[in-house]
């Protein structure tokens, strides 16, 4: 890309945009160009397509900090929202044990069930042989 020695001058023209400028305050579009001043040889900067004094400049080094500036407090709320979603899970584990031992204790209440059953039959198969007998 190409250098724009008034691009370089003392005063910075970002009006206020923070972050990467899509565009200029005129309205044009803005692209990335590379200074080949021996001051910044090579050092990328942003600039209205226009390339007329007093339109938007600004370094990309500088768009990138005040990037990554503005995503520092999204990501504490969500790394908050996440320490909240893990803490549901482990709620929501504690739930699916506490339904697991209901379930263990409910089969083992439907064999002990299962088992009266068994045994009040004999034994009410018993008393009618013993009847049955005892009547003939």
């Known amino acids: 890309m190409s250098s724009d020695s008034t691009a370089e001058s003392s005063t910075v023209n970002t009006y206020g945009i923070r972050g990467f400028p899509a565009s200029c305050v005129c309205g044009t579009k803005t692209t990335i160009y590379t200074s080949e001043t021996n001051k910044n040889l090579g050092r990328p900067f942003f600039r209205c397509l226009t390339r007329r004094k007093n339109h938007l400049f600004k370094w990309v080094e500088e768009a990138v900090y005040e990037e990554v500036q503005d995503a520092l407090p999204k990501i504490v709320l969500l790394e908050a929202e996440l320490n ?26 439907v064999k002990r069930c299962k088992v009266m059953m068994t045994i009040l039959f004999v034994i009410m198969c018993v008393i009618i042989i013993v009847l049955l007998v005892s009547l003939m």
Not at 87 to 106: P, Q
């Open 84 to 109: 909240k979603e893990k803490s549901d899970i482990e709620d929501l584990k504690g739930v699916v044990t506490e339904l697991m031992e209901e379930v263990v204790r409910g089969k083992t209440e």
